[in-house]
């Protein structure tokens, strides 16, 4: 007998993507979407954000975190269109690989005011409409910085570990109201941004050695995890971050009975 467990089932949930244009934002959006879930996706980049909803058979609303009035715009129509929104998941996220010493104003308040002060202000907004209702979950992306920084992107693992400690934050406020916030951490995932960084064979073979898995991950690999984040099946889970990421933050690995 065909059986469906209902236990991991997104069908029909309203679920919102932030920077869900390309890379893992679109891979989310997508897994969501196969599933039955209602997705709205948002990114800056329109052109590239309609082109991606309408693959993926999704609905379409261009807006930039950094923005307080479009995040309002964003969430507002949102609510008039679907009625409330279950799941948000806080994709969108940029960064700048600069020396700490290099780092100027403009650098700071780029990463700053996308990665952590965005997700902060959507998770605002469509929180207060969840607690009216009493219920829904909250993804947020977070990153392999969390548990050990690499060299010269100090900014972007600043906002990333501030965005896990938001996330157990709002889940020790909303976990009583039937809100839930937790975290998915990916490791080195190859996207249209990142491959060029991949392409050089001295990146392969580190990205290589230091997963234990021994391959680098793909935007697919996080659907898994952000769905179950999402579904009945994580109910009595929030305030985690769950590393997707091929064992790297499992430890250090050195040349010794290598086998």
């Known amino acids: 007998m065909n059986m469906t467990d209902s236990l ?6 309203v679920v919102l993507v932030s920077g869900g244009s390309r890379g893992i934002g679109r891979a989310i959006a997508e897994g969501f979407s196969d599933r039955g879930a209602k997705v709205i996706i948002s990114s800056r980049d329109a052109s590239v954000l309609h082109d991606a909803a309408k693959a993926i058979g999704a609905e379409a609303i261009a807006c930039d975190v950094a923005d307080k009035q479009a995040c309002e715009s964003l ?6 269109e679907h009625g409330q929104i279950d799941t948000l998941i806080n994709v969108a996220g940029v960064n700048r690989r600069k020396p700490a010493l290099e780092i100027n104003d403009d650098d700071y308040d780029f990463v700053m005011d996308i ?9 605002q907004l469509v929180g207060k409409t969840m607690l009216e209702r009493g219920q829904g979950s909250q993804i947020n992306i977070a990153s392999l910085n969390n548990d050990r920084p690499l060299n010269h992107v100090a900014v972007y693992a600043m906002s990333k570990a501030g965005l896990v400690h938001m996330t157990r934050a709002l889940a020790l406020e909303w976990g ?5 916030v937790n975290a998915l951490a990916p490791g080195f995932i190859l996207t249209d941004l990142t491959q060029e960084l991949w392409s050089s064979p001295v990146m392969q073979d580190w990205g290589l050695s230091v997963t234990p898995m021994r ?3 793909t935007p697919e690999d996080m659907v898994g995890t952000a769905v179950f984040l999402a579904s009945e099946a994580s109910a009595f889970m929030t305030g985690q971050c769950l590393f997707v990421d091929g ?13």
Do not use: H
């Open 75 to 80: 969430v507002d129509r949102v609510i008039e």
């Open 176 to 180: 009583g109201k039937g809100v839930r």
């Open 247 to 259: 064992g790297c933050s499992a430890g250090m690995e050195w040349p010794i009975d290598r086998t």
């Open 215 to 217: 391959r680098l991950g």
């Open 115 to 123: 990665n952590l002060r965005g997700a902060f202000r959507l998770s």
């Open 8 to 13: 991991f089932s997104v069908r029909e949930k």
